[in-house]
């Protein structure tokens, strides 16, 4: 191909710019984590330019209620989320060490499962209630994570994939990928997991993580459930400073607009030869404007609902991609519970920080807990008045009626909505990674598991794809049996 050479300079009057200018859609944890991997893979004189229509960090932002920030979308990292931690080291960020306090599930009426204070109490309360069932639950989870774990080998060794199901297959095979294909119920119900604790312990956790139940795939139940594990963190001062650190370290040109189309032109280039470039064309403020990129990445869910981006011209057509995602609302709301809603317990004694619901509550949202501001390394205090920030799920916007059902009392406050996941349905079809030569989807990833991890995942494998396929590295992509042939290589 003729625009396969190094990257050469090019004086356009008094501007210099360079070959191969790549372009990135969306500036969340995917789009500027690529943005970092692209510029170890490509070096210092490529021009990446990153488009972002809202704020740098996208689903990662924070909200502000009585003078404090709080995360309002992604808000905990799990401990071997390896790049993740990486960033925040790299970039020389710090963390915030998720305070736990007391967790109760509730059906609406009474509390099914309640922590005490006294660790002892609570093994014996959960052999009591389940029996040894969470103690093979977490050796599962072990297992899974275990194998997921093998992609930082892979990919610190430079290997990439073409598919989302070659990507999940390279971990653990078959079985690993067949969770796709299975629903988190009978991925469970088969290994014998009783009715009692999936309903009362599990489905409460991911309405937590995922607003849905366990009809979820079962690597994103694996996933939910990670979210329960110990050791959690935060950045301090909001997860978001990971992007636009990302984005100051990757030396890329913010592009603040909305792109509306991406068509694919024939042009040519200075070699005289015809070659295949793709124009993005983007509304900023009232202007339309459009560039030229040779290597395009779409780090953003690409529907309609959500980034609105139409592909033009393109033979075969680019398919649609019928991704629903979830649509959830974060409220904060800094006021004293009232604890009766959640439980017959007399309102003096309730001392949980954080209720989970089960499925057949009829409660209007999917959990409530007390929350720690962004720069708060401790436990949450009151207010002199007894008041916390408390955080509510739930799948519509909350009514004042429905707030003064859950508070005795009230200052304020505020909520942010999101489409904040896929609405997950197996079996799973992942959208394609490669649309089209030099074009990529990050976000298909979602379709296993939406998290930060997972987009930085898909974001490393598409900057190690979009260079491999550039230089021809074809042994770098797709290679079968990667575990065993690691395991030698040491
Ligand atoms: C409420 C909530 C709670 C969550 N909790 C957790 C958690 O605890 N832990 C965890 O790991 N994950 C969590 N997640 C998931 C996690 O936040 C997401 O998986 C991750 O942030 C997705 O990042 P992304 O960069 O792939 O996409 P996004 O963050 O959605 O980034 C896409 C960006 O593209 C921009 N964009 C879209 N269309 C266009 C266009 N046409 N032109 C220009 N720009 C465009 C958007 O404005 C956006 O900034 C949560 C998500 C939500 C919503
Ligand atoms: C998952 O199901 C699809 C059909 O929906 C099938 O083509 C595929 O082979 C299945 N994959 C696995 C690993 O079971
Ligand atoms: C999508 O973009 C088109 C223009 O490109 C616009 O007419 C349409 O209203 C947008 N749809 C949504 C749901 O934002
Ligand atoms: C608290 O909630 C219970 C049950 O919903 C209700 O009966 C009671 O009146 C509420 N208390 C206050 C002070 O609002």
Redesign the pocket.
Known sequence: MAFQTKPTELVRGKETSFFHPIAIIGAGIGGTSAAYYLRQKFGKDVKIDLFERGKVGGRLATITIQGQEYEAGGSVIHPLNLHMKRFVKDLGLSTLQSSGGLIGVSNGETLVFEESSWFIMNIIKLIWQYGFQPLRMHMWLEDILDKFMRIYRYQSHDYAFSSVENLLHSLGG?DF??M??RTFLETLQKAGFSEKFLHEMIAPIHRLNYGQSTGINGFVGAVSLSGADSGLWAVEGGNKLVCSRLLQASKSNLIPGSVMYIEEKTGTKQTGNPTKMYEVVYQTGSETRSDFYDIVLVATPLNRKMSNITFLNFDPPIEEFHQYYQHIVATFIKGKLNSTTFSSRALGEFDLSTILTTDNSDLFINSIGIVSSVRENNKPQPSTDGAFVWKTFSPEILTKEQILKLFLSYDDSVKQQWYAYPIYKP?E?CPSIILRDRLYYLNGIECAASAMEMSAIAAHNAALLAYHRWNGHTHMIDQEDLYEKLKTEL
Do not use: A
Request: cysteine-free.
């Open positions: 078959d990928l067949g796709l294909n079996p079809k």
